[in-house]
């Protein structure tokens, strides 16, 4: 981990700058994770997460578990803490993601299905529906962040595009896709797609000022 370790030391210097920044709490989901942040992960804990559900964290993610924390201040609403990660519904553990099965897409994923055709019974768009949201499309996923509205940020964690973050916007019917939401329009692996929401909302803040 030490290759990452000067990105490390701006990034938490970068956090230190965010919190100053902002004493009221004002950037978009700072009331939800104030500035905190959980506890740093052991390396014990990352091999015993990732033996249980079969999978192997990117190292970049790693890193920053082991040396940041494991969860708290980050994009959006947060950051989620890796073990709340695996479900496939946000805020209901009750349903398990396919996370140890491999990510199946390399290109953005949706199905060209007119969601508002009412020629169609209420059983057939119950099936479609259950069809759209399986697990197996987003098998290899592991939540990091709740943009609102149902949308949720992931990281790839099998399979293929493994280490890069994706978006799942099945809840507004658009599907999976790689996360281009903070102006990036080359796909982005942890470290750095943290790193750049550090920069835009500290440009954020002084602009207001």
């Known amino acids: 981990m030490e290759m990452y370790k000067s990105q490390l030391e701006r990034i938490q210097g970068k956090l230190n700058k965010l919190q100053t920044l902002d004493p009221e709490q004002n950037l978009f989901g700072a009331e939800n994770h104030q500035y905190d942040m959980a ?3 052991t390396l014990d804990e990352i091999k015993a ?8 964290l990117p190292e970049a993610y790693q890193a920053f578990l082991l040396g940041i924390g494991s969860g708290g201040t980050g994009p959006y609403y947060g950051l989620e803490k890796p073990e709340n990660g695996i479900y496939l519904v946000m805020d209901y553990e ?3 993601n396919a996370i140890s099965e491999p990510f199946p897409h390399v290109e953005s994923w949706n199905w060209d299905v007119d969601w508002y055709d009412d020629s169609k019974e209420e059983e057939e768009w119950a099936a479609l529906e259950h069809e759209y949201y399986d697990p197996k499309w987003s098998a ?14 992931n990281l790839i964690v099998k399979g293929l595009s493994y280490g890069e973050i994706w978006t799942d916007d ?3 019917s658009n599907g999976i896709y790689p996360d281009h939401d903070m102006g990036n ?3 982005l ?4 797609w943290y790193e750049l929401w550090l920069d835009r909302s ?3 803040l002084n602009e207001e000022d």
């Open 39 to 41: 506890p740093v992960w």
């Open 49 to 56: 997460f990732e033996q249980k559900w079969n999978i192997e």
């Open 94 to 96: 009750d349903e398990l």
């Open 140 to 153: 290899g996923m592991l939540r990091i962040s709740d943009f609102g509205c149902g949308v949720s940020l």
């Open 170 to 172: 099945r809840a507004n």
């Open 185 to 187: 329009t080359e796909r």
């Open 189 to 192: 692996g942890f470290l750095d």
């Open 202 to 204: 500290i440009n954020d």
